[in-house]
């Protein structure tokens, strides 16, 4: 069994993508529009990364991230034609069931590999603005490795000229995963989160029987699920051994507080908790659609989890005890399922707001005073929970 990695994780977590100012998405729309250049927006960027920064400094965070300021999604990627969907997937069904083109499609042409880093000029900037002894504890998000393959019905995933099988294609994409963490490893990296809406989608009633009811798939969602496991884990294989890997898995976090998906996590838990071989899990919990805290009974004594209990959606603000009676109801949980104290239990738990709040760059239903309040609410918390370790 794999040693348990700690701070990372931290007590208070933030899960990436932070309220981007007005300032920043007029520029960017300006660029698009070609009212200003690329080098205008890269300082309206660079600005705008500083104060964020700054903020998450000043409130206490060691998890910081950029805001994924640079992006405009937590994927980052371009127009698609509706045709190729599983149109029964959450994140997919949003849109088509109102008449809507869903936001981004990414197609393989050719083989993949990979032929330059993605995000070490991200990490590069965030890295060289934060206090030394505060880089280690910098967090990266990165898409999910196979976002697109899910969402895309049998064989449109790439051309069958290019790939035989998903395994070929699964074996290049690790391959690439692999190329660009051990970058981002020796540029200083050592805290990575994996952003995956997808493994939560294996929870939702509605999407599985569409997967079931599809004549074109050749898989059942279970034999999916252990293919998108296995892909997982070929991706992170090679990661160095002080680098700490997570996966955050959330319901939708789409434009205006909009969610995907719902289902608790029984269906998937026991799986992901054992197969997964990431070190923390980040979940969200703030909202009945996510289920109880049974599902944590199967967390193993060398991983974490972070609990997202506060919700990113709406600017309300959750009442503190009942926020720390719930996250000790877990403990318990999580205690009575390894046979240990409540305590023991806690030493591998953090919390955290639900998902990001801007997983779309035109962000949640909540203001930046709201955001704030959020955030202090977690480190509030944290320090209830655990004194002196938030």
């Known amino acids: 069994m794999a040693a348990l990695r700690r701070n990372p994780p931290f007590r208070a977590e933030q899960v990436g993508s932070l309220l981007r100012p007005e300032k920043l998405l007029k520029a960017r729309a300006d660029s ?3 009212k200003i250049s690329q080098q205008e927006l890269l300082q309206i960027e660079n600005a ?3 104060e964020v920064v700054e903020l998450q400094i000043e409130l206490g965070f060691h998890s910081i991230t950029d805001g994924e300021y640079r992006r405009s999604s937590f994927t980052s990627i371009p127009d698609p034609e509706v045709d190729v969907y599983r149109t029964y997937m959450p994140n997919i069904a949003a849109f088509t069931d109102v008449g809507q083109r869903p936001p981004e499609s990414v197609f393989c042409t050719g083989k993949i590999k990979h032929t330059g880093s993605t995000y070490t000029d991200q990490w590069n900037y965030l890295k060289n603005i934060v206090p030394s002894d505060k880089a280690r504890g910098c967090k990266l998000t990165l898409p999910a490795p196979e976002l697109y393959h899910f969402r895309y019905r049998e064989g449109k995933s ?6 035989k099988n998903d395994s070929e ?3 290049d994409i690790a391959a690439a995963y692999q190329a660009e963490l051990q970058i981002l490893y020796d540029h200083g990296l050592r805290n990575a989160q994996i952003d995956d809406p997808n493994l939560a989608y294996f929870c939702d009633e509605k999407m599985l029987t569409g997967w079931a009811a599809d004549p074109a798939n050749t898989s059942t969602s279970d034999e999916m699920l252990t293919s998108y496991i296995d892909l997982y884990n070929a991706c992170i294989s090679k990661r ?4 700490h890997v997570g996966v955050h898995l959330c319901r939708g976090n789409f434009a205006n507080s909009k969610h995907f998906s719902e289902g608790g996590y029984e269906r998937v838990a026991k799986r992901i908790f054992d197969s997964l071989d990431v070190d923390t899990y980040y979940l969200e919990y703030d909202t009945p659609r996510a289920g109880g805290f049974e599902p944590l009974r199967h967390l193993p004594k060398n991983k974490n989890v972070v609990l997202g209990v506060v919700t990113s959606k709406f600017p309300q603000l959750e009442d503190l005890d009942m926020l720390k009676g719930r996250v000790l109801e877990a403990a318990e949980i999580v205690a009575e399922g390894n046979m240990e104290s409540r305590e023991e239990a806690l030493g591998r738990m953090g919390v955290s707001p639900q998902c990001g709040f ?3 760059a035109e962000g949640n239903a909540l203001g930046r005073d709201d955001m704030v309040k959020k955030l202090e609410l ?3 918390l944290a320090e209830e929970v655990w004194p002196g370790e938030a």
């Open 32 to 34: 698009k529009e070609g």
């Open 48 to 50: 705008s990364v500083k």
């Open 158 to 163: 790439y051309p069958p000229g290019v790939y």
């Open 169 to 171: 294609f699964f074996a």
């Open 240 to 243: 160095p051994g002080d680098m």
């Open 358 to 360: 801007a997983s779309a």
């Open 378 to 380: 977690v480190r509030k």
